[in-house]
């Protein structure tokens, strides 16, 4: 036997640590125990989507149909299990999984592995947020044509999506797409539910209902928090029996009145040092008991100064711009001529239509005859301000308005309320995770509907790794008081995950002489690798 024979050297890199992540939640046996296990087959569907997690927090862009060849340079045994080979998780594999899944049922499994998370890992529940994206797709899609057909299948059983047109997120109206809804824990960012649904739907349309799912999937008194998509008379009706804070919409005259009469209450001197604590000394509020929707609530009127300053500077250019604007419209109008009165004020009134801030005022009709001795009238006019509209969004100027059914029982402090609309970002951070083009793809290539939302339930499963995974780091970092460098080689107690994937890149699985052992393991990664779970040390030390 060769020198070369005798040692074989294969990338763990952080490898190790999803892998870990994956073992300590348990999602390998959840998944064999709802598709089961074919004693006939080579690797089972549990480590089928064991590796898909891995290949998709790999954060090297493959798509599946290179699945296979992401593992050629990997340890995979070290990873999956002996006797596994990379041309096990060949193509068709990967296919006839993602299908029994589906089969199965997204949700279901989803909602076991969550509850599993729960059960293990103390994660505060009091808040959870919504919120939805889209995501652009390569491709025909022709199946919408047979909707009626699908929807009066939906009846006996639940229809794929429908992949067409709507408002896209990812600012690509040109493709179609399909929609995500996401709930996440504040803490800690951790995918509580997920829903995929048609291109063309409605966050108001469906946010109620996908509330009243959640509720019954996760029995846990949560108090939900949703942009303003939330707040219409049906979907409050729909959730008067949760708890819910969410984002009153300017369209609603009550809320109109409010923002424009009421003052918020100056901040009294005693207040001011917990305000900057809490990070809220550029706000200040006033709480309203309203009813709306046959429902009792607490809206809370909110300024913010630093909003407050750049809308006004935006009403100040949106000015500007229409001055420059309607000078170009006064002057010609002015220099047009009507054969009617009528005429005259027709295209009067149509220019005024694209003038928000501004309007051209009719101050006479002349009466005058063309070079060739025609009747015509001529308009001369002049540009006027509109005081009213200028005042009114003066007023609304860094002012929302929030709204919480907690009144009475459980009534919550309006500090609290706004700094828990704050961490709305919690699923923005997700989708951002979800979109990042280092992350699976830009964009799906799969054909089937079927397919992109086992796909997109996929991505939630990474997701949930990865937050969690962050979550935990964090967590014992703050306990230990210790932190480690940044990327700028700042010491820091909150460093992310990608970071730390990054900081082990470089560990390296070597068989020599039938000896296995890990290489490269410095110190500051073993110090690393004893703040995460145990199953994470476990393919390093």
């Known amino acids: 036997?060769?020198?070369?024979?005798?040692?074989?050297?294969?990338?763990?890199?952080?490898?190790?640590?999803?892998?870990?992540?994956?073992?300590?939640?348990?999602?390998?046996?959840?998944?064999?125990?709802?598709?089961?296990?074919?004693?006939?087959?080579?690797?089972?569907?549990?480590?089928?989507?064991?590796?898909?997690?891995?290949?998709?927090?790999?954060?090297?862009?493959?798509?599946?149909?290179?699945?296979?060849?992401?593992?050629?340079d990997k340890a995979i045994e070290k990873l999956l299990g002996e006797r596994i080979k990379p041309d096990?998780?060949?193509?068709?594999?990967?296919?006839?999984?993602?299908?029994?899944?589906?089969?199965?049922?997204?949700?279901?499994?989803?909602?076991?592995?969550?509850?599993?998370?729960?059960?293990?890992?103390?994660?505060?529940?009091?808040?959870?947020?919504?919120?939805?994206?889209?995501?652009?797709?390569?491709?025909?899609y022709k199946r919408e044509e047979d909707k009626e057909k699908q929807e009066e299948e939906k009846i006996i059983k639940e229809r794929p999506i429908f992949i067409k047109k709507g408002y896209s997120r990812d600012h690509r109206p040109d493709l179609k797409q399909c929609v995500l809804d996401l709930i996440t824990s504040q803490d800690g960012d951790i995918p509580l539910f997920v829903r995929v649904g048609d291109g063309n739907e409605s966050d108001k349309a469906v946010f109620g209902k996908v509330l009243v799912e959640f509720k019954k999937?996760?029995?846990?008194?949560?108090i939900m928090v949703c942009d303003s998509a939330l707040y219409g008379q049906e979907n409050l009706q729909l959730i008067q029996h949760l708890k819910w804070i969410t984002r009153v919409p300017?369209?609603?005259?009550k809320a109109k009145e409010l923002v424009q009469n009421i003052e918020v209450e100056e901040v009294k001197d005693e207040d001011k040092e917990k305000r900057s604590d809490l990070n809220l000394e550029s706000y200040t509020w006033k709480e309203e008991i309203v009813t709306y929707g046959g429902i009792k609530q607490t809206w809370l009127i909110v300024l913010s100064e630093k909003r407050q300053k750049s809308d006004l500077e935006k009403l100040e250019?949106?000015?500007?711009?229409?001055?420059?604007?309607?000078?170009?419209?006064?002057?010609?109008?002015?220099?047009?001529?009507?054969?009617?009165?009528?005429?005259?004020?027709?295209?009067?009134?149509?220019?005024?239509?694209?003038l928000r801030l501004l309007e051209i005022k009719e101050v006479e009709l002349i009466e005058t005859y063309s070079k060739k001795k025609e009747k015509i009238y001529k308009m001369i006019s002049l540009i006027i301000k509109k005081d009213e509209e200028i005042s009114r969004k003066t007023k609304e100027a860094g002012k929302f308005i929030l709204a919480t059914n907690l009144v009475e029982e459980n009534k919550l402090e309006a500090s609290e309320i706004l700094i828990t609309y704050k961490n709305q970002q919690s699923t923005e951070r997700g989708f951002r995770f979800l979109k990042d083009p280092l992350f699976f793809t830009d964009s799906f290539f799969?054909?089937?509907?079927?397919?992109?939302?086992?796909?997109?339930?996929?991505?939630?499963?990474?997701?949930?790794?990865?937050?969690?995974?962050?979550?935990?780091?964090?967590?014992?970092?703050?306990?230990?008081?210790?932190?480690?460098?940044?990327?700028?080689?700042?010491?820091?107690?909150?460093?992310?995950?990608?970071?730390?994937?990054?900081?082990?890149?470089?560990?390296?699985?070597?068989?020599?002489?039938?000896?296995?052992?890990?290489?490269?393991?410095?110190e500051e990664r073993r110090f690393i690798l004893s703040l995460l779970p145990a199953s994470c040390q476990r393919y390093y030390l």
């Open 217 to 222: 999937q996760i029995k846990f008194d949560s």
């Open 88 to 140: 096990y998780l060949n193509d068709d594999k990967i296919g006839r999984v993602m299908d029994e899944l589906y089969k199965y049922g997204l949700n279901d499994i989803f909602i076991e592995v969550v509850l599993e998370v729960i059960k293990k890992i103390k994660i505060d529940l009091k808040y959870s947020h919504l919120d939805s994206t889209s995501f652009h797709l390569d491709g025909e």
């Open 1 to 72: 036997m060769s020198y070369l024979e005798e040692i074989q050297v294969k990338n763990l890199d952080h490898l190790g640590i999803v892998a870990g992540l994956i073992d300590e939640i348990g999602i390998v046996k959840i998944i064999n125990n709802k598709l089961g296990i074919d004693v006939r087959e080579k690797i089972s569907a549990g480590t089928v989507v064991k590796s898909i997690l891995i290949n998709g927090l790999g954060f090297v862009s493959r798509p599946l149909y290179l699945f296979s060849q992401f593992f050629q």
């Open 446 to 522: 799969v054909e089937k509907p079927e397919r992109i939302e086992t796909m997109l339930f996929l991505m939630s499963l990474c997701l949930l790794i990865y937050n969690l995974g962050q979550r935990e780091l964090r967590n014992c970092l703050k306990r230990v008081k210790k932190g480690i460098n940044n990327q700028v080689g700042k010491v820091t107690l909150r460093p992310t995950l990608r970071w730390i994937f990054q900081c082990f890149q470089g560990i390296h699985y070597v068989i020599l002489n039938g000896v296995k052992q890990i290489v490269n393991l410095t």
């Open 250 to 253: 300017m369209t609603i005259k």
């Open 317 to 354: 250019k949106q000015l500007s711009q229409e001055e420059k604007k309607s000078q170009k419209f006064l002057k010609e109008i002015q220099s047009e001529e009507f054969e009617h009165p009528q005429a005259a004020r027709y295209k009067l009134k149509a220019i005024n239509k694209k």
